[in-house]
């Protein structure tokens, strides 16, 4: 298997524009995690999906964040409008599902918002 | 709170050296424990999980100790390489999705 993918790896955006991450869970993975990482706070829970369906958003920032799974193959993290300080890492993760289970983590985009 | 702690925040130690990283929490009513380790610029690699009825778990040179009772857990590196060479963070899940996470280790292995 190919891992969790994520793209763009990078991304450099202008204050006030619309960023949407892209997420490819593994394959027969029924749980999908959206993370943050800064130097500041270190990795945050942004939102938890289980088969498709967001069970935790708690952690998004606010309402300019928002996030999608239309399908269990597929997940989107938007922010619109960015600010400087959404600049950050952002990671996907998946597991087989809730409970005792190991996450994978993706590679992780960048994200710069000038 | 829920807290986890990684001490040291930072570990440098010359080539071949045995080590310990060391992670505590403060509640000890766990699902698991998921030790990662980190490259820089780079995703978490997931390194061992330890549910919660398990004291230890092994992969290779690595060893994984739990003991819940003193909200404790181990990584034991035997016989460390430069590639060891990444910051090692430690996570607990006190729900079936939910990891607290430890601020991690910065391990440096010299040549």
């Known amino acids: 298997d190919a891992g969790v993918i994520q793209s763009p790896r990078h991304e450099v955006t202008e204050m006030g524009q619309e960023v949407t991450l892209r997420c490819k869970p593994i394959s027969g993975h029924n749980s999908l995690f959206w993370y943050r990482q800064t130097m500041m706070r270190g990795l945050e829970l942004l939102i938890y999906f289980n088969n498709n369906v967001p069970i935790d958003d708690s952690g998004m920032p606010e309402d300019r964040f928002s996030a999608k799974m239309p399908n269990a193959s597929f997940s989107t993290l938007k922010i619109q409008p960015s600010e400087p300080r959404d600049s950050a890492v952002y990671f996907c993760a998946s597991s087989l599902g809730p409970g005792s289970y190991e996450q994978y983590f993706g590679p992780g985009t960048r994200l710069t918002v000038t | 709170k829920q807290e986890v702690t990684q001490i040291p925040a930072a570990l440098s130690v010359p080539e071949g050296e045995n080590l310990v990283l060391n992670c505590s929490f403060t509640?000890?009513?766990?699902?698991?424990l998921q030790w990662f380790r980190q490259d820089p610029g780079k995703g978490l690699t997931s390194l061992l999980l330890?549910?919660?009825s398990q004291r230890e778990q092994t992969s290779g040179r690595l060893n994984a100790s739990l003991d819940k009772s003193s909200g404790r857990s181990t990584l034991y590196i035997a016989a460390s390489q430069p590639g060891d060479s990444a910051t090692y963070l430690c996570?607990?899940?006190?729900?079936?999705?939910?990891?607290?996470w430890g601020a991690g280790t910065k391990l440096i292995i010299k040549p």
């Open positions: 509640d000890s009513a766990i699902y698991n």
């Open positions: 996570a607990v899940a006190y729900s079936n999705y939910q990891l607290i």
């Open positions: 330890i549910q919660s």
